[in-house]
Structures are given as structure tokens and as C-alpha cells.
């Protein structure tokens, strides 16, 4: 089961793996249609599935997508 996350933690969690150089992926979104969306694929506990965070930078603002156990590899 994944870990329990409020609001705080989740985005604690998301900075920390982006100051320590996680590999991050681009991906075009479907909505807003053609605009860009970053995606981490995280770790988190041997034998389950990796935390799937997609991002998408807003006017100043960095959104948050996605949050969820990948469903797919």
C-alpha cells in the first residue's frame, strides 16, 4: 500500500527528489492539449509499484497532475 501523504509531504517528497537530481521525463499532455508535463517515477518500497508524479508548470505556479502508484511501467 503506498504511504499516506497530505498535501505538505507530497510536495516535501516531489522537492526533495528534484534538488537531489531525480530523473525527470517530458511528456506532451492531453489537456491542455500539445502543452509540456514532467514526469518522476519514484521508488518507494521494494516490491511495489513506483510513485507516478506528473508536474505541470503554470503562470508562476508549479501544478500538481499526478500522485498515485505507476499503473504501468
Do not use: C
Request: net charge negative.
Amino acid at each position: 500500500m503506498l504511504p499516506y501523504f497530505d498535501d505538505h509531504a507530497a510536495w516535501e517528497l516531489i522537492a526533495s527528489k528534484l534538488e537531489s537530481g531525480h530523473e525527470v521525463e517530458t511528456v506532451v499532455l492531453d489537456q491542455p492539449p500539445g502543452r509540456t508535463g514532467y514526469v518522476m517515477k519514484i521508488d518507494l518500497n521494494p516490491g511495489r509499484p513506483r510513485l507516478y508524479v506528473k508536474l505541470q508548470l503554470g503562470a508562476g505556479v508549479v501544478i500538481g497532475r499526478s500522485f498515485h502508484e505507476s499503473e504501468r511501467e
